[in-house]
DNA sequence: CACGTTATGAGACAAGTGTCCAACAAGAGG
DNA sequence: CCTCTTGTTGGACACTTGTCTCATAACGTG
């Protein structure tokens, strides 16, 4: 039987592109349970050998997709914080535009992240990258709040960020589980309250 | 070949809640890839021949042990509020020490919510059961807060109620991923100085 | 004790999975 | 035009999974 190529040859990072966007997808619509070695070829046009010709296993498809999530994820709040300096708290607000933003709060988006959260106890290289990812974001929301004009009646700023953080992950997640319970004009609603309250000093 | 039973014969509901107990602890230590039929009957330590016999499928059982964890969780709760009457900040208090007590916070119970939080987006019947879950829960919180002294100071009950919502989830994911980074008294901390800046008016 | 009910075990079966591998095709460089 | 590298395919293999079926043991009732 001849192997004739279903897809064109490509360059190898694009490649490997497109297999890490097929988990993502794959992890989104069909949860860990359907996200295989195969499924995540069909998913991206190719034959099931190629996937060892670009990652040692299947295993650690999983683990490099869930690194490029959180870096891009990353790298979209850094350029919100890099722009509009003089804008302080439409920076606060930008930030979690961005994150109930149709982009980064969907269904898709709870199921692949609580596919990670599922690995983390079981597998300890997704669980640093997720420690990685857990810190560097909060560095981020610290520096952010840095920048805030001091409340005097305010809290100790590692306070305020650690409680952001948690509504943040908290309201997101509603968010996700249910967008007609929480809407996204009330999660921005809630996430504004919140913050006036705990402004740091 | 015979067929002798290496595990006794036993009561319908005793076999039943047995395999929903393996289903739990597989879901904690295995992740929903790892929980099988056949490796939820290892674990309880039957032949897989009776799953089939208890539930219809092994979707079935998934379902029912989410309920069951749900229900368990709502229970526990709902006690702390019907004692202690008398001390309604310590109710809330009580509440918190709950979530974060070893039995309820731990990277087991965070595998297996994260688990049914994968399969919310792919199945209605678990997002139906979800939903159930979230409401009452939301409805206990709402009943706890209305027992406190009004603050003059504070905000909309509900929105206390939503925020206090999502700082639970929040601190109890965070505390979940990684109890070094953020330990029990920190969470406890946090949780406290948030409710006392957003107490219901 | 006999008998019917049912909880339990164990095998058969098709389908799906991860891994490996040999062949082929598509270019790059001489 | 030939050759060498490598992206790509598709099949082979052993293994696991879910479902079905049947034999068998345990128990309740008369």
Redesign the interface.
């Known amino acids: 039987m001849t192997a004739r190529p279903a897809s064109k040859r490509q360059q190898p990072e694009e490649r490997r592109k497109e297999l890490l966007d097929a988990t993502m997808a794959c992890l989104?619509?069909?949860?860990?349970?359907?996200t295989t070695g195969r499924e995540i070829c069909r998913q991206a046009g190719v034959s099931h050998g190629l996937l060892r010709h670009y990652f040692d296993n299947a295993d650690n498809l999983l683990l490099e997709t869930y690194r490029t999530m959180g870096d891009e994820f990353l790298a979209r709040f850094e350029q919100e914080l890099a722009t509009h300096r003089a804008d302080p708290w439409g920076t606060m607000d930008r930030f979690f535009a961005v994150l109930f933003s149709e982009e980064w709060a969907s269904?898709?988006m709870?199921?692949a992240w609580?596919?990670f959260?599922?690995?983390?106890?079981?597998r300890d290289d997704i669980a640093e990258v997720?420690?990685s990812y857990?810190?560097r974001l909060r560095e981020l929301l610290d520096r952010a709040l840095s920048t805030l004009p001091p409340d005097p009646g305010g809290?100790e700023r590692g306070?305020a960020a650690?409680?952001l953080?948690?509504?943040?992950?908290?309201?997101w997640?509603?968010y996700c589980?249910?967008p007609t319970?929480?809407t996204r004009e009330?999660a921005l609603e809630?996430y504004r309250?919140?913050l006036r309250?705990?402004a740091p000093r």
Chains 1, 2 share one sequence.
Do not use: F, K, Q, Y
């Not at 989104?28 to 359907?34: M, Y």
């Open positions: 989104a619509r069909l949860g860990p349970r359907g269904s898709d709870l199921g609580a596919a959260w599922t690995l983390i106890p079981n997720g420690e857990n810190r809290i306070d650690a409680i953080s948690a509504v943040m992950d908290g309201l997640l509603d589980l249910s319970r929480l009330r809630l309250i919140t309250r705990i």
